[in-house]
């Protein structure tokens, strides 16, 4: 038996990371979902483990920021859409980190969900 994967959306959207006894990061999220994340990796999260907590926040449309709390899943690579005046759809690999989102409000699940929709839109 399988069990249905939340959809992917692929994105570039920044965010704020933070970590327990560091200082909170941009980061760049790549790909979004219902139930996790993927960040491109910067140099100052070189040491993120998997296991490792952490709060991810992103501001939405509108002004309001949406925050949830979660594990590091995974390490690994994912793809990332360069932009170039000629060439339409190129993608390169990018270096990262999997982040699967903990317990969410019912709330913040229905604005996640709205913003996701915005993204299927574009």
Not at 50 to 66: E, H, R
Not at 79 to 85: I, L, S
Not at 105 to 114: K, N, S, V
Request: glycine letters at 8%.
């Amino acid at each position: 038996m399988t069990t249905d994967r939340p959809v992917r959306h692929r994105c570039e959207l920044l965010a704020r990371l933070e970590r327990e006894g560091a200082d909170a990061l941009e980061v760049k999220v790549l790909d979004l979902s219902e139930h996790g994340a993927f960040i491109e990796e910067t140099a100052a999260l070189q040491e993120l483990q998997v296991g490792d907590p952490l709060t991810l926040t992103i501001a939405l449309p509108g002004g309001s920021a949406w925050s949830a709390r979660g594990l590091v899943t995974r390490l690994g690579t994912s793809r990332r859409e360069v932009k170039h005046p000629t060439v339409a759809h190129v993608t390169v690999s990018a270096v990262g980190f999997g982040v699967e989102f903990s317990q969410m409000a019912d709330d913040a699940l229905e604005q996640l969900r709205d913003y996701l929709e915005l993204l299927d839109e574009r």
